[in-house]
């Protein structure tokens, strides 16, 4: 059966909306086109970047993709799928708060329904920005979207557990905290590894929704849900566990002399008749 013509911004950001409001659901982190229209035919209700998947499939580290190119990833990723798209948009590419209202204002153009802004330097010697400063960049954030009227999604991040703060969960509660009080949508920190760690950021900025990263294993998504959690993403997680399986069958081929990976993986008929497919039910008419 055809899909029906791409809904417009407003609407999927409606349902992103929506999404939040009960429950529990998972959106996972496509790195390119291909993976998104995978993962969108599964029936996932909502979908994010991954600025580390991204990274990978170009070569490069976590971090050092421009603004220019993430904002293109992102559009091409909105306009390959009709679900909402939250974009994982890192720092907010700039270095001050204008400059963080600036690419916020150029990432809503794209069309998604949501974005992220986290609290991460990149700095070893400054891991974290001053509380302050991170409030400032991110309520130039929140008065960006406010301004555009697109009702898109903010969400707050504190990464104190994945730059090795001494005092991890401490911190970042008390950052939730005050970025929930300065108007994020919802609240994150990821590098969570245990029930009562979640219950706790749960607790802290309740009646906001709370996203867990759940790449790690460390739980499961019935527990997740029990604990109050009403979003789950995986990162980087599903670009990594193809880059893993790439490696694997490569170095069976280079150990073994035999193709037992390749073997296993999804026919090039499959994959080739789920993409013409798709493809031709994106054509007007």
Same mark, same amino acid.
């Given at each position: 059966?055809?899909?029906?013509?791409?809904?417009?911004?407003?609407?999927?950001?409606?349902?992103?909306?929506?999404?939040?409001?009960?429950?529990?659901?998972?959106?996972?982190?496509?790195?390119?086109?291909?993976?998104?229209?995978?993962?969108?035919?599964?029936?996932?209700?909502?979908?994010?970047?991954?600025?580390?998947?991204?990274?990978?499939?170009?070569?490069?580290?976590?971090?050092?993709?421009?603004?220019?190119?993430?904002?293109?990833?992102?559009?091409?990723?909105?306009?390959?799928?009709?679900?909402?798209?939250?974009?994982?948009?890192?720092?907010?590419?700039?270095?001050?708060?204008?400059?963080?209202?600036?690419?916020?204002?150029?990432?809503?153009?794209?069309?998604?329904?949501?974005?992220?802004?986290?609290?991460?330097?990149?700095?070893?010697?400054?891991?974290?920005?001053?509380?302050?400063?991170?409030?400032?960049?991110?309520? @130039?954030? /929140?008065?960006?979207?406010?301004?555009?009227? +697109? $009702? %898109?999604?903010?969400? *707050?991040?504190? =990464?104190?557990?994945? &730059?090795?703060?001494?005092?991890?969960?401490?911190?970042?509660?008390?950052?939730?905290?005050?970025?929930?009080?300065?108007?994020?949508?919802?609240?994150?920190?990821?590098?969570?590894?245990?029930?009562?760690?979640?219950?706790?950021?749960?607790?802290?900025? @309740?009646? /906001?929704?709370?996203?867990?990263?759940?790449? +790690? $294993? %460390?739980?499961?998504? *019935?527990?997740? =849900?029990?604990?109050? &959690?009403?979003?789950?993403?995986?990162?980087?997680?599903?670009?990594?566990?193809?880059?893993?399986?790439?490696?694997?069958?490569?170095?069976?081929?280079?150990?073994?002399?035999?193709?037992?990976?390749?073997?296993?993986?999804?026919?090039?008929?499959?994959?080739?008749?789920?993409?013409?497919?798709?493809?031709?039910?994106?054509?007007?008419?």
């Amino acid at each position: 059966m055809p899909l029906p013509a791409p809904s417009a911004p407003s609407a999927r950001r409606d349902r992103f909306r929506a999404l939040h409001e009960r429950g529990c659901f998972v959106m996972p982190n496509p790195w390119d086109v291909g993976s998104a229209r995978l993962l969108q035919s599964l029936g996932f209700p909502a979908l994010a970047s991954t600025s580390a998947g991204l990274a990978f499939s170009t070569g490069r580290p976590d971090g050092a993709v421009g603004r220019d190119e993430v904002l293109a990833h992102l559009r091409a990723l909105v306009e390959a799928t009709d679900v909402p798209l939250s974009a994982d948009f890192e720092a907010g590419h700039a270095k001050d708060a204008a400059g963080v209202a600036e690419s916020v204002r150029r990432c809503l153009e794209t069309g998604v329904a949501g974005l992220s802004i986290e609290d991460a330097t990149g700095d070893r010697a400054r891991p974290l920005y001053d509380l302050p400063e991170a409030l400032e960049r991110l309520s @130039a954030a /929140r008065r960006a979207i406010d301004a555009s009227g +697109s $009702g %898109a999604l903010l969400t *707050a991040r504190a =990464e104190c557990f994945l &730059v090795g703060h001494p005092d991890p969960l401490r911190e970042a509660l008390r950052r939730l905290e005050a970025y929930a009080a300065a108007g994020a949508d919802c609240l994150y920190a990821p590098g969570l590894r245990t029930p009562e760690q979640v219950a706790a950021v749960v607790k802290a900025v @309740a009646p /906001r929704p709370v996203n867990v990263l759940a790449s +790690s $294993g %460390a739980f499961t998504l *019935a527990q997740l =849900e029990g604990l109050g &959690v009403r979003r789950v993403s995986l990162g980087g997680g599903l670009a990594r566990a193809a880059l893993t399986a790439c490696q694997r069958a490569a170095e069976e081929l280079l150990g073994q002399g035999t193709f037992h990976a390749v073997a296993a993986a999804r026919s090039h008929a499959e994959l080739d008749g789920f993409f013409r497919e798709d493809l031709a039910s994106r054509r007007p008419g």
